[in-house]
Nanobody, 123 residues
């Protein structure tokens, strides 16, 4: 069992930056692939970014590539999402996710989720 708690959301103007953090407790953090998803009002939840167990590999949705950076600190049981050059279309609830295998892929749903943190980008 892994318990995930996100923090760092808020209101920012377009072009600004935010850094989201996800603190994990429970079983060995480094055993889990981690990722971030988001859900905007009236839309389906979508993949944002993922990072491997060691932190050596990362993947991004095309919509955030070059603007967002995912990282993890296995000693502190945290995963972060640095979001730069934010756009109004980035407005959503952002969720941290964990899975012992991988967090994204066709038909794949991560095993563990946080409660979400709201990010609002004003134009």
């Amino acid at each position: 069992q892994v318990h995930l708690v996100e923090s760092g959301g808020g209101l920012v103007q377009a072009g600004g930056s935010l850094r989201l953090s996800c603190a994990a407790s429970g079983r060995t953090f480094s055993s889990y692939a981690m990722g971030w998803f988001r859900q905007a009002p009236g839309k389906e939840r979508e993949f944002v970014a993922a990072i491997s167990r060691s932190g050596g590999g990362a993947s991004y949705a095309d919509s955030v590539k070059g603007r967002f950076t995912v990282s993890r600190d296995n000693a502190r049981n945290t995963v972060n999402l640095q979001m730069n050059s934010l756009k109004p279309e980035d407005t959503a609830v952002y969720y941290c996710a964990a899975d012992p295998v991988r967090v994204y892929g066709t038909g794949r749903v991560p095993a563990y989720w946080g409660q979400g943190t709201q990010v609002t980008v004003s134009s």
